[in-house]
């Protein structure tokens, strides 16, 4: 029996009618994204991510985005030591939400493509069409160390990319065995079932940052994270669009996101007030000096104002967007994005838990008569 014929617009939360979507990135590690020591810092844990799932999944927030982190940064706070493996992490929380899209976020190179389409095809199904994949292609030489597995240089790590997903999106598809003869991957009589859920399969994102890397996700993605510009809006924009239009000239369409840093309190000097406690009077600066070393910024390596300057922006984890205000303030700027052509944004705080029923109850809302969301029923 075929499963029915479906178009990847059918899937849910992902294709909803929200202009803006919300996503909430990086609850499954330690800590989150937030380089900080304040006592109220994210835990991690699994019940405190199925807590948030379940709240997310009821204010309407449309995709969960894990981070792919294997070893720990170090620091006072042990920054990401403890991180949940994505595609168990999302198989879970599908199966104990309705409508979020759950992705995972997972390191070509690391998983075997067979194993992978599989666990991606049961997540998928646990979550009846709401299992979506982020590639990528990894940086951090210690976390392949660890796995005895050699770092490609930074070209090839995309051409092995591509034969993966070239396999994967085989492996979904193809009902008669077949083969892979690529120059890395070798795979005979591939027989693979079941399929993803619903005749279509998982959205698939990538937020490679170089010119390699964003032809990679141009070429085979559904959604692709640009940098925030922290010049203009306006610079956003020619970002977005040039995406657009270099999808466009594929004959493809592609969702462009961002990722954002939510530091939302009743007044504007309350937001600011936290955002300074938490980012820079408890900031867990020996994590951030931890970080920039294995990124090679040093005061030997940069000027020192570069230096100082990334030292400060690291402690919201690995860029994004400072998005600190009152309710108004933190709507305003989200909406101002979503008229810069973004086609959502995933976003994190410090702890998520506690930070989620204030957005849900004053930010959602405003977006909402913003015209940038659907107007929730009930
Ligand atoms: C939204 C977002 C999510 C990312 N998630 C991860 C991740 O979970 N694990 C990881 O190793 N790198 C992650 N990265 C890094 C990118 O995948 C990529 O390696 C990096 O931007 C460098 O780009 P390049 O590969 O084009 O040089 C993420 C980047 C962004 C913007």
């Keep these: 029996m075929h499963a029915p014929a479906a178009s990847l617009q059918s899937r849910m939360s992902m294709y909803n009618g929200n202009a803006l979507k919300i996503g909430l990135f990086g609850s499954n590690c330690s800590s989150g994204r937030a380089v900080t020591t304040v006592p109220e810092r994210w835990t991690g844990s699994w019940p405190d991510n199925l807590r948030l799932a379940r709240m997310a999944d009821e204010a309407g927030i449309d995709f969960l985005l894990p981070i792919g982190r294997w070893k720990g940064y170090g620091g006072n706070t042990d920054y990401q030591g403890a991180t949940l493996e994505t595609i168990t992490w999302a198989a879970g929380l599908l199966a104990s939400t309705k409508r979020i899209t759950v992705f995972g976020t997972v390191h070509a190179p690391l998983f075997h493509p067979l194993i992978a389409a599989k666990q991606f095809v049961t997540a998928d199904l646990v979550g009846e069409g709401r299992f979506g994949l982020n590639i990528v292609v990894g940086w951090n030489e210690g976390e392949f160390e660890m796995f005895g597995v050699e770092?490609?240089?930074?070209?090839?790590?995309?051409e092995y990319a591509q034969e993966w997903i070239d396999a994967i999106k085989l492996i979904w598809s193809e009902r008669e065995d077949f083969?892979?003869?690529?120059?890395?991957?070798?795979?005979?009589?591939?027989?693979?079932?079941?399929?993803?859920?619903?005749?279509?399969?998982?959205?698939?994102?990538n937020a490679?940052?170089?010119?390699?890397?964003?032809?990679?996700a141009i070429r085979n993605c559904d959604a692709f994270f640009v940098r925030p510009s922290r010049v203009s809006l306006d610079e956003t924009a020619q970002r977005v669009a040039q995406v657009k239009r270099a999808a466009g000239e594929l004959g493809r369409e592609i969702g462009v996101y961002t990722v954002g840093v939510i530091t939302c309190r009743p007044t504007q000097k309350e937001a600011e007030d936290y955002y300074r406690h938490w980012s820079v009077e408890l900031a867990d600066w020996s994590a951030v000096d931890g970080i920039l070393a294995i990124k090679n910024i040093t005061p030997q390596t940069v000027p020192l104002e570069e230096f100082n300057l990334k030292r400060r922006q690291y402690t919201e984890g690995m860029g994004g967007l400072s998005i600190?205000?009152?309710?108004?303030?933190?709507?305003?700027?989200?909406?101002?994005?979503?008229?810069?052509?973004l086609t959502g944004i995933a976003v994190s705080g410090v702890n998520y838990l506690e930070e989620l029923p204030f957005l849900a109850a004053e930010v959602l809302p405003r977006l909402e008569r913003l015209g940038v969301r659907e107007k929730r029923a009930g």
């Design 151 to 158: 770092q490609r240089e930074h070209e090839q790590r995309y």
């Design 324 to 341: 600190v205000g009152d309710p108004d303030r933190v709507a305003g700027q989200l909406a101002d994005l979503s008229r810069a052509g």
């Design 208 to 216: 490679g940052a170089s010119p390699t890397g964003q032809a990679f």
């Design 179 to 205: 083969d892979v003869a690529g120059r890395f991957l070798k795979l005979k009589g591939i027989r693979a079932k079941p399929k993803p859920y619903g005749g279509t399969r998982p959205l698939i994102m």
